[in-house]
């Protein structure tokens, strides 16, 4: 029969941190860490194939199940030498998520657990220390009703409330335990009140229940959503870890706190995060509760500060990753809860992945393949603020928080996580407000440009999940009051309303009014030091998307190794050339036509000089004219009467001549290089336009590599009838500037006709590049405009795993670009090939063509850096460098 239940820390640890697929990355830290000898309470984990089992039988736990936990329950039991459910000698437990991937808040957690009267009396008595037994008492209660039944929170914080009011108390730590004694039995009045039954005293009740809710938590709104975003598939569900609970609420000598082995917001080498005294864990990440710095525990605590470090230290080295680590001390004995690899900043990633390589720690290959994702490049490459001391020296700054996640974002606030996800779909940039966010908030925190919390701290749930997202959040402005209601942020006498504009530095922790200007990110430093040992491994290379010098400068400044897409459509419709190109479409002759297209001649050439200048030395694909004509020409009346009197012509002959461009289906229309058969001459503008700016920079002693790409090609024949005209124009331009330059001529896969006729197509194409975009479209029968109106069912039901214009569907469009290269190179040995879809930039499609052989995969300029990581990452796995560097 198949284990269900493995333990650790009794008399046998079964489970290793390999084993994170059934156990969950917490269980299976947890038995790594018990194995090694630390000081983790001991307990059991119930695996995630039991996730499964309970989603797919009707939320039941199976029966075989519980003979694995009653013997693994009574193991420790006798490990702590207490009882579960014992009056005298009391065992509580915690019952936690984890999944294989870290989902920090998103699934349940309950704490405290086997409590009731009879117990809390016990514990009491055994403790000596009665206020401790009813503040855990009145925990559990709170949230066994919120995490298990799904009670109102807000009902017992009322609770909670009043009774302080009544007391005098201001806080929490206030309350004696006769009060606490009294809060209990008002918690048990509220549950009642809220839920119409009393609250369960019978301990393995409450376990059995507890256990369900954290498997149910796995399909709760919150986590799927978190899920989606994150684009995490495949797993089975979350593994459910029982633990023996110890204590951080027991007074002076007790505590409980976060911390990571690195700064997680920089990389430096310290001890970072916070503690809480006399607590819980719960209230560390709450934001209820202002923690303490890390470094105040060396004064506190000296001697658990000092066995927390070297246990920092060990965990660090074991896993050869920046921990996170979850502590707790009960009467002055530290205990280990959890560690996990540490999320962090793009920033921090980089520079702890060239400081464990100069430690020694790790290897540069290991360090490529593990300790830097593609999204951590792609953070440090988004804008910072162009002049700080401006905003500064403005007033503009309204407050000063904790620099929970770095970077710079600038949005109209709003207070609400929905509010946040509309205005996010209708175009707009938001920072979402929350005087403290909660799991609810994730799919709002996504949306937005930065966060912006009045409380809770640097380990917060905001902080963590803004980092884990490279988001820019600046937590803990406690100064500022935000009201829901009015949908108000208020400093002092100054009210930011919602729909303003405000920016938050998540660096330096400041709030500030207004649209500050954002200056763009330089690769430089560490990073620069990183993608060098990138560019060492990869073997897949890597070009841009680009129209214009400008960007083509950005992409090579990025590490772009040539331009593998210009749309040339893009250079038409500036201001300058749109009305040459519109009396091109409006003309009635093929001598006007050709009249109109010499006005746009010389722009299109000073357009590809200043290109071939940039990527000097480095191949430039060139796309021929793609989109319809009728793009290019005004559809509303109001346009076309002023188009008209610009003109001089008839606004009726003018809107007979729109009217007659207008498609049913434009995609599969008159566009690609069916224009450029049916309209030979606009085919021949842009080749001579090439070539010769080609000549034009060659004469500069400048090396220029001009590829020429037919579009839409699904017949050998059309690229055959373009070549030919391209082939004709270049022997005009080399006699005339009597010089000759080295040129290709290929095609765009993007039919999936000429995927299947690739061979006879490689006849006449020197190099192919597929277009992934309309080759996605047509294969899926998709459209990429329209598809938003159902892709988020899909999404949800899994009748998709992933958004195909995101990340290439392997399985279809995948097979079509496998065969195309094939083939292709069966008919031109050692052609080359590559895609310039969106796909290029996507990490996991970019793995996919490395696998297929593509020599090159070309996307938007600030995804150059993102891509050649995923490159590497790709050459690393074919020659078996592990994916992960120990297991966390």
Same mark, same amino acid.
């Given at each position: 029969?198949?284990?269900?239940?493995?333990?650790?820390?009794?008399?046998?640890?079964?489970?290793?941190?390999?084993?994170?697929?059934?156990?969950?990355?917490?269980?299976?830290?947890?038995?790594?860490?018990?194995?090694?000898?630390?000081?983790?309470?001991?307990?059991?984990?119930?695996?995630?194939?039991?996730?499964?089992?309970?989603?797919?039988?009707?939320?039941?736990?199976?029966?075989?199940?519980?003979?694995?936990?009653?013997?693994?329950?009574?193991?420790?039991?006798?490990?702590?030498?207490?009882?579960?459910?014992?009056?005298?000698?009391?065992?509580?437990?915690?019952?936690?998520?984890?999944?294989?991937?870290?989902?920090?808040?998103?699934?349940?957690?309950?704490?405290?657990?086997?409590?009731?009267?009879?117990?809390?009396?016990?514990?009491?008595?055994?403790?000596?220390?009665?206020?401790?037994?009813?503040?855990?008492?009145?925990?559990?209660?709170?949230?066994?009703?919120?995490?298990?039944?799904?009670?109102?929170?807000?009902?017992?914080?009322?609770?909670?409330?009043?009774?302080?009011?009544?007391?005098?108390?201001?806080?929490?730590?206030?309350?004696?335990?006769?009060?606490?004694?009294?809060?209990?039995?008002?918690?048990?009045?509220?549950?009642?009140?809220?839920?119409?039954?009393?609250?369960?005293?019978?301990?393995?009740?409450?376990?059995?229940?507890?256990?369900?809710?954290?498997?149910?938590?796995?399909?709760?709104?919150?986590?799927?959503?978190?899920?989606?975003?994150?684009?995490?598939?495949?797993?089975?569900?979350?593994?459910?870890?029982? =633990?023996?609970?110890?204590?951080?609420?027991?007074?002076?000598?007790?505590?409980?706190?976060?911390?990571?082995?690195?700064?997680?917001?920089?990389?430096?080498?310290?001890?970072?995060?916070?503690?809480?005294?006399?607590?819980?864990?719960?209230?560390?990440?709450?934001?209820?509760?202002?923690?303490?710095?890390?470094?105040?525990?060396?004064?506190?605590?000296?001697?658990?500060?000092? =066995?927390?470090?070297?246990?920092?230290?060990?965990?660090?080295?074991?896993?050869?990753?920046?921990?996170?680590?979850?502590?707790?001390?009960?009467?002055?004995?530290?205990?280990?809860?959890?560690?996990?690899?540490?999320?962090?900043?793009?920033?921090?990633?980089?520079?702890?992945?060239?400081?464990?390589?100069?430690?020694?720690?790790?290897?540069?290959?290991?360090?490529?393949?593990?300790?830097?994702?593609?999204?951590?490049?792609?953070?440090?490459?988004?804008?910072?603020?162009?002049?700080?001391?401006?905003?500064?020296?403005?007033?503009?700054?309204?407050?000063?928080?904790?620099?929970?996640?770095?970077?710079?974002?600038?949005?109209?606030?709003?207070?609400?996580?929905?509010?946040?996800?509309?205005?996010?779909?209708?175009?707009?940039?938001?920072?979402?407000?929350?005087?403290?966010?909660?799991?609810?908030?994730?799919?709002?925190?996504?949306?937005?440009?930065?966060?912006?919390?009045?409380?809770?701290?640097?380990?917060?749930?905001?902080?963590?999940?803004?980092?884990?997202?490279?988001?820019?959040?600046?937590?803990?402005?406690?100064?500022?009051?935000?009201?829901?209601?009015?949908?108000?942020?208020?400093?002092?006498?100054?009210?930011?309303?919602?729909?303003?504009?405000?920016?938050?530095?998540?660096?330096?922790?400041?709030?500030?009014?207004?649209?500050?200007?954002?200056?763009?990110?330089?690769?430089?430093?560490?990073?620069?030091?990183?993608?060098?040992?990138?560019?060492?491994?990869?073997?897949?290379?890597?070009?841009?998307?680009?129209?214009?010098?400008?960007?083509?400068?950005?992409?090579?400044?990025?590490?772009?190794?040539?331009?593998?897409?210009?749309?040339?459509?893009?250079?038409?419709?500036?201001?300058?050339?749109?009305?040459?190109?519109?009396?091109?479409?409006?003309?009635?002759?093929?001598?006007?036509?050709?009249?109109?297209?010499?006005?746009?001649?010389?722009?299109?050439?000073?357009?590809?000089?200043?290109?071939?200048?940039?990527?000097?030395?480095?191949?430039?694909?060139?796309?021929?004219?793609?989109?319809?004509?009728?793009?290019?020409?005004?559809?509303?009346?109001?346009? =076309?009467?002023?188009?008209?009197?610009?003109?001089?012509?008839?606004?009726?002959?003018?809107?007979?001549?729109?009217?007659?461009?207008?498609?049913?289906?434009?995609?599969?229309?008159?566009?690609?290089?069916?224009?450029?058969?049916?309209?030979?001459?606009?085919?021949?503008?842009?080749?001579?336009?090439?070539?010769?700016?080609?000549?034009?920079?060659?004469?500069?002693?400048?090396?220029?590599?001009?590829?020429?790409?037919?579009?839409?090609?699904?017949?050998?024949?059309?690229?055959?009838?373009?070549?030919?005209?391209?082939?004709?124009?270049?022997?005009?331009?080399?006699?005339?500037?009597?010089?000759?330059?080295?040129?290709?001529?290929?095609?765009?896969?993007?039919?999936?006709?000429?995927?299947?006729?690739?061979?006879?197509?490689?006849?006449?194409?020197?190099?192919?590049?597929?277009?992934?975009?309309?080759?996605?479209?047509?294969?899926?029968?998709?459209?990429?405009?329209?598809?938003?109106?159902?892709?988020?069912?899909?999404?949800?039901?899994?009748?998709?795993?992933?958004?195909?214009?995101?990340?290439?569907?392997?399985?279809?469009?995948?097979?079509?670009?496998?065969?195309?290269?094939?083939?292709?190179?069966?008919?031109?040995?050692?052609?080359?090939?590559?895609?310039?879809?969106?796909?290029?930039?996507?990490?996991?499609?970019?793995?996919?063509?490395?696998?297929?052989?593509?020599?090159?995969?070309?996307?938007?300029?600030?995804?150059?850096?993102?891509?050649?990581?995923?490159?590497?990452?790709?050459?690393?796995?074919?020659?078996?460098?592990?994916?992960?560097?120990?297991?966390?």
């Amino acid at each position: 029969m198949t284990r269900l239940v493995y333990r650790f820390g009794v008399s046998a640890t079964d489970g290793r941190a390999q084993m994170k697929d059934l156990l969950g990355g917490k269980g299976a830290n947890l038995a790594e860490m018990a194995a090694a000898g630390l000081p983790v309470p001991p307990g059991f984990t119930i695996s995630t194939a039991v996730c499964k089992d309970v989603s797919e039988h009707h939320g039941e736990l199976p029966k075989q199940l519980w003979p694995e936990i009653d013997a693994a329950l009574a193991e420790v039991e006798a490990k702590m030498e207490l009882k579960f459910g014992d009056s005298t000698r009391p065992l509580l437990v915690s019952v936690r998520s984890g999944a294989a991937v870290s989902m920090p808040g998103m699934m349940d957690t309950v704490l405290n657990l086997g409590m009731n009267d009879a117990v809390a009396e016990g514990l009491a008595k055994r403790t000596n220390n009665p206020r401790f037994a009813w503040d855990a008492y009145r925990r559990f209660i709170q949230m066994f009703a919120d995490v298990v039944m799904d009670a109102k929170r807000s009902a017992f914080e009322d609770a909670m409330d009043a009774l302080k009011h009544e007391r005098g108390a201001k806080t929490d730590q206030e309350l004696t335990a006769d009060d606490l004694h009294e809060l209990v039995n008002r918690f048990k009045k509220v549950y009642r009140d809220q839920l119409g039954q009393d609250f369960p005293s019978e301990p393995r009740v409450q376990l059995e229940r507890a256990i369900l809710a954290v498997f149910r938590s796995w399909m709760s709104e919150r986590a799927v959503k978190y899920r989606e975003v994150q684009q995490i598939r495949g797993l089975l569900g979350t593994a459910v870890n029982v =633990q023996a609970m110890v204590f951080g609420n027991m007074g002076q000598t007790s505590g409980t706190g976060v911390c990571f082995t690195r700064n997680p917001a920089t990389g430096a080498k310290e001890l970072y995060g916070e503690y809480l005294i006399d607590a819980q864990g719960e209230d560390v990440v709450a934001g209820t509760r202002t923690p303490l710095p890390i470094s105040t525990l060396r004064d506190k605590m000296p001697e658990i500060h000092g =066995q927390l470090v070297e246990m920092a230290q060990r965990l660090e080295r074991h896993f050869k990753n920046v921990q996170d680590i979850e502590f707790t001390v009960q009467e002055s004995k530290l205990f280990l809860l959890q560690t996990r690899h540490g999320k962090r900043t793009g920033a921090a990633a980089v520079k702890v992945a060239v400081d464990l390589v100069a430690e020694g720690l790790v290897t540069k290959e290991e360090a490529i393949a593990n300790l830097v994702e593609p999204t951590h490049v792609d953070q440090l490459l988004h804008p910072h603020f162009a002049d700080e001391n401006g905003y500064r020296k403005a007033g503009k700054v309204l407050a000063k928080g904790l620099n929970a996640s770095p970077g710079a974002a600038v949005g109209r606030i709003v207070f609400d996580a929905d509010v946040a996800e509309e205005w996010k779909s209708r175009g707009e940039k938001v920072i979402l407000a929350r005087i403290e966010t909660s799991p609810e908030d994730v799919a709002g925190m996504h949306a937005a440009e930065g966060v912006l919390t009045t409380r809770g701290g640097m380990t917060s749930h905001a902080a963590v999940v803004a980092r884990g997202w490279g988001k820019p959040c600046v937590a803990g402005v406690g100064e500022l009051q935000i009201d829901y209601r009015a949908k108000t942020l208020k400093s002092g006498d100054r009210v930011v309303k919602e729909g303003d504009w405000i920016s938050l530095n998540g660096t330096t922790g400041e709030v500030i009014e207004g649209k500050a200007a954002l200056a763009d990110a330089l690769v430089s430093g560490e990073l620069a030091t990183f993608m060098a040992w990138v560019d060492e491994v990869r073997t897949l290379k890597v070009r841009t998307n680009a129209d214009t010098p400008k960007d083509a400068k950005v992409a090579r400044d990025f590490g772009a190794e040539g331009i593998g897409l210009v749309r040339t459509e893009h250079m038409f419709f500036e201001e300058s050339r749109i009305q040459a190109m519109r009396e091109m479409i409006l003309a009635d002759t093929v001598d006007a036509r050709k009249k109109a297209l010499a006005k746009l001649l010389p722009h299109q050439r000073e357009d590809f000089v200043g290109i071939f200048r940039v990527m000097e030395g480095l191949p430039v694909t060139i796309r021929l004219l793609d989109p319809p004509l009728h793009e290019f020409l005004p559809h509303e009346r109001v346009q =076309q009467d002023e188009l008209a009197r610009v003109m001089g012509v008839n606004v009726e002959r003018l809107r007979s001549r729109v009217a007659s461009l207008g498609e049913a289906n434009p995609m599969l229309g008159h566009r690609g290089c069916r224009l450029g058969i049916t309209h030979p001459e606009i085919t021949e503008m842009q080749a001579r336009a090439i070539l010769e700016a080609a000549c034009s920079v060659t004469k500069e002693g400048k090396k220029v590599l001009p590829e020429i790409m037919v579009p839409l090609v699904g017949h050998k024949t059309e690229l055959a009838n373009q070549k030919a005209i391209v082939l004709r124009v270049a022997e005009d331009v080399f006699r005339e500037q009597g010089m000759r330059v080295e040129f290709k001529v290929g095609t765009m896969i993007e039919v999936p006709r000429a995927a299947l006729r690739a061979a006879e197509i490689a006849e006449d194409a020197e190099f192919f590049s597929f277009g992934t975009n309309d080759l996605t479209q047509m294969t899926l029968g998709f459209s990429r405009d329209d598809i938003a109106s159902f892709l988020p069912k899909y999404l949800a039901q899994g009748v998709l795993q992933d958004d195909p214009f995101q990340t290439l569907d392997v399985e279809g469009v995948g097979q079509l670009v496998k065969l195309a290269t094939e083939n292709g190179r069966k008919q031109r040995p050692g052609m080359k090939i590559g895609i310039c879809g969106e796909h290029g930039g996507d990490p996991r499609s970019i793995a996919f063509c490395a696998d297929v052989g593509l020599d090159y995969v070309s996307c938007s300029p600030f995804r150059v850096p993102v891509a050649r990581l995923a490159a590497a990452q790709s050459a690393l796995k074919k020659k078996g460098v592990k994916g992960k560097v120990g297991e966390a």
